[in-house]
């Protein structure tokens, strides 16, 4: 059985062979600011089934260049598996209208170039949907989703996604979307316990790797 993480950060690469050896075949991994931009990209030039995603996290709106948008661009133009990630809104945290600047911004080259987006949400769903509905038919992975059922429902009618670890939410995402994650390294350690997680949360891994293969086919131009 071939496994995945739907989302991790960057880690050091004996990580990600011992997760291989353990049959974690693809792993998505996301930037958080414009410092690991060149990181993400060297692990996924470097390692077969690593694709990359990068973004500017909402924590670290206040970190970026004043050009971060128009690099952002000009790696989405030659790069046509490039996801965009990790972006969102986190209203725990500050600065949150400069956090939905640049998360509108970073929709906008999502819808132009028709990149799936890898979303943090933390109580600012209200704030997210608002600006979600700018846009249309954006493919969205909502990754350690928090939401409740409302959320959730409000979230079945688009393209989205969402990866989880744990079971609390596991009753309110449609099967056919559920996807896992290590969140590495600040999540789980190593996306070598991926397996163990899918036991641990009593998914079917077929299906869950059937759900993988749609989500992949929609992640670029």
Not at 94 to 117: H, M
Request: net charge negative; aromatic share 12%; with cysteine.
């Amino acid at each position: 059985m071939k496994y995945f993480d739907a989302h991790m950060h960057v880690v050091d690469v004996k990580l990600i062979y011992e997760a291989q050896r353990k049959d974690v075949s693809t792993f998505i991994c996301n930037a958080t600011s414009q410092k690991d931009w060149n990181a993400v990209l060297s692990l996924s030039d470097q390692i077969p089934g690593v694709y990359a995603c990068l973004g500017i996290h909402p924590w670290y709106v206040n970190t970026v260049s004043d050009d971060w948008r128009s690099r952002l661009e000009a790696y989405l133009k030659y790069r046509p598996n490039l996801m965009i990630g990790e972006i969102g809104l986190d209203l725990l945290k500050p600065d949150f209208e400069r956090q939905k600047e640049v998360f509108r911004s970073s929709l906008e080259l999502a819808s132009q170039y028709n990149r799936t987006v890898h979303i943090h949400c933390v109580k600012a769903w209200d704030a997210l949907f608002e600006i979600l509905s700018e846009f249309k038919n954006l493919n969205c992975l909502f990754h350690r989703f928090s939401g409740d059922a409302v959320v959730a429902q409000k979230l079945r009618f688009t393209n989205s996604f969402f990866s989880v670890m744990n079971k609390n939410v596991l009753d309110i995402l449609p099967d056919n979307r559920i996807l896992v994650e290590s969140d590495s390294p600040d999540g789980i350690r190593s996306p070598a316990f991926i397996p163990e997680l899918v036991e641990k949360l009593r998914l079917d891994p077929s299906y869950l790797a059937e759900n993988f293969e749609e989500f992949i086919t929609r992640i670029g131009s």
